[in-house]
């Protein structure tokens, strides 16, 4: 399946100052461009026998896994140029969007993810007998890589740039500001600290005004979820999930008191600036 549409998106954001003497400003300045949405179902193409030519790909330091791993797999890159024609997009102003069974949904700048020799992995070699996948243990949940599971051979485990999703189901194309046009505070650029954490630490699992993942709640309507929790306590839960429930799914983002700070005051600005969704 492959569906096109047509957005028009208001893109280049330009700060200008004015003399030392005044006071600073800010300007937005629009500009309009076209730029393709572009939707894969991994599933559908893989029972029309479209994915690609299968290889086995092998991975030095698994980061789902801890651990070396092999995978039956086909070239992701050559599966997009296949099914998509790059020429009628621009991969620099692109993002290429996963979206996974539980609600995860990653994302990355498609030039990047097009450069770096992935694969779609469809099955673990060594996975126990009689089944396609080894089970993933996370946090004292049991997990499954089934259906399909991108991984990077010459990628280094420790780049955060780069995305793993697993039990993934469909990819996508938007445009690469898709998520800041809609969810950047331009009202108060002070919270842009706050923006970007959530961005990066937040918006795979959680939406705003329908905007990011599914795999936690929508954080922002029909109420924001600063309007039912205690700020004090919010900021510690999103420090430490797990002092607040057993075997939460929540992980531990590794970020400061300081930091979950930020991102409790940018939902805040975010809960007066709700859509309906």
Known sequence: MKIIKIHLISCLFIFSFLSCNQKKEQKVEAKT??????????????????????????????????????????????LIKNE?????????????????????????????????NPYLAFEDVEAPKGKKWEPIIKDGNEMNAEPFYIVFPSVSEKDSRYKWPYNLVKIYLDPLDKSTLELFPLKNRK????????????????????????????????????EYWKEKELVDYIVNPASFRNKVKMPTLGITKQQSQQIVDYLKYMSENKKKI
């Open 191 to 226: 919270l842009e600290s706050g923006y970007v954490l959530f961005k990066n630490h937040c918006l795979t699992c959680h939406s705003i005004n329908g905007i990011g993942g599914t795999m936690g709640p929508e954080l922002n309507y029909p109420k924001s979820v600063t």
């Open 33 to 78: 461009f076209a730029q393709t949405e572009i939707k894969l179902d991994l599933l559908e193409l893989q029972a029309k026998n479209k994915l690609g030519k299968d290889t086995v790909v092998s991975i030095t330091n698994d980061p789902v896994y801890h651990k070396a791993k092999k995978y039956n797999a086909v070239n992701a890159s050559l």
């Open 84 to 116: 998509i024609d790059l020429t009628k997009i621009d991969p620099k102003n692109t993002k290429i969007v996963f979206e996974c069974i539980d609600g995860y949904k990653p994302e990355m700048p498609l030039e990047l993810f097009l450069k770096a």
